[in-house]
């Protein structure tokens, strides 16, 4: 036992001695970068337009429910979700140019009234934006809104350190079948 004792106190006080020079307090665990470096450019204010076919219906839904509201006396839908992989296109035809995809979730998250969380991400597959995306991540209370205003939280790609807003106005909506065709203006500062 005498010989564990010294032991465990010469690791303790290595360890600890190795821990403070790894772990000094002058570091901290963030260290300022040259943007130069990580070829961070000159930020810009960019314009993007596009429409959004949310499908309900028909053979191949682009927007199916995977959670449904539980048992409850909500008029809401309290509690369902539903995830999407909407095609995105330059006019509001679901045959015009497609330029990406919107994928994410919505969910219903007010008991009392319409209102949906949205988290989105909008993956551009054409032009000079091929690869890259935009997220969105913010409240939607429908088409009781005339336009709908998110926050564009990030991206990727030519995204990296995006943010700026997204507008959103309902182009149609099928009162029948849920189809909806969402006309999209997004407002983002990039690099």
């Known amino acids: 036992m005498a010989r564990i004792l010294p032991a465990f106190i010469v690791f303790f006080l290595l360890h600890s001695f190795s821990a403070t020079l790894v ?15 990580h070829k961070v450019k000159k930020e810009k204010l960019s314009h993007f337009n ?32 539903a995830m999407f992989d909407d095609p995105l296109t ?36 054409e032009g000079k934006y091929n690869g890259s995306t935009l997220s969105i991540f913010g409240r939607n209370p429908g088409a009781t809104s005339k336009v709908r205003e998110f926050p564009v939280i990030g991206g ?6 995006a943010r700026g807003y ?13 189809d909806a065709i969402i006309e999209y203006n997004l407002y983002v500062l990039h690099y």
């Open 90 to 125: 330059l006019g509001p035809e679901l045959s015009s140019k497609t330029i990406g995809k919107a994928q994410g979730l919505y969910g219903s998250a007010s008991q009392e009234e319409f209102a949906l969380l949205m988290v989105m991400n909008f993956a551009f597959t």
């Open 23 to 37: 772990y000094g307090e002058d570091k901290g665990f963030g260290t300022p970068l040259d943007p130069k470096l």
């Open 166 to 178: 997204a507008l959103a106005t309902t182009h149609e909506l099928n009162m029948t079948t849920g």
């Open 156 to 161: 990727s790609g030519l995204f990296r350190f």
């Open 50 to 81: 596009f429409f959004f076919h949310d499908i309900l219906s028909g053979r191949n839904p682009t927007a199916v429910q995977v959670v449904p509201p539980p048992s409850n006396t909500s008029k809401t839908g309290f509690g369902s979700i």
